[in-house]
């Protein structure tokens, strides 16, 4: 996936473990973006099989359907880039990680039983989430610059001045954003 900011600028193309064993690893170890949803296709027949989406863990049904698939196929990523993923302050990830953080260690343990295996100790899980609305915007301000898109870096200024405008940070992303570099 190619990661956007609200107005398009790139920010990043992800680099995602392409192997069955990885991927399973990897969710397993607490990243549940290890298998993109928005990317994702499944066959039917995995789908029924496993159950379908289960809301017992409210923002966090993909991740919950992608370890219970790892267990009846494989899974797997490709290298390329299909999918333009917008973050936005809108977003379920933005709005509902704090939810997303406490079903993790639950839909971990209850994947561990269900294969059998002994529950370790899960650890303690942060969130790229859990910052500031403001530095937020400021981030974006930087990569928008970066990307030489001057009306998506004024656009966050903006939004950043209009949440913090008391912090130095902001006034130097807003200074930049107008100057253009």
């Known amino acids: 996936m190619q990661v956007i900011e609200p107005f398009g600028t790139p920010l ?4 995602f473990k392409l192997s069955h064993d990885e991927i399973d690893a990897d969710m397993l ?14 066959r039917k027949s995995a789908l029924l099989q496993v159950g379908g989406y289960r809301h017992d863990y409210p923002y966090s049904e993909d991740v919950d359907l992608f370890l219970r698939l790892a267990e009846v196929g494989q899974l797997a990523n490709l290298p390329d880039v299909l999918v333009k993923y917008r973050l936005h302050n809108g977003s379920a990830n933005w709005q509902h990680w704090q ?27 942060t969130n790229y989430w ?19 898109n001057l009306p998506a870096a004024r656009k966050h200024a903006y939004s950043a001045l209009r949440l913090a405008p008391f912090r130095q940070s902001t006034w130097r992303a807003a200074f930049c954003a107008m100057r253009g570099y």
């Open 12 to 15: 990043r193309i992800t680099n």
């Open 29 to 42: 170890a607490g990243n549940g973006a290890a298998l993109p949803q928005p990317a994702a296709m499944l």
């Open 99 to 125: 939810k997303q953080l406490e079903n993790k260690p639950l839909m971990l343990a209850e994947t561990y039983r269900r294969r059998g295996q002994p529950v370790p100790e899960i650890p303690t899980f």
């Open 130 to 148: 859990d910052r500031e609305p403001a530095d937020r915007y400021v981030n974006w301000v930087w990569l928008a610059l970066k990307d030489r």
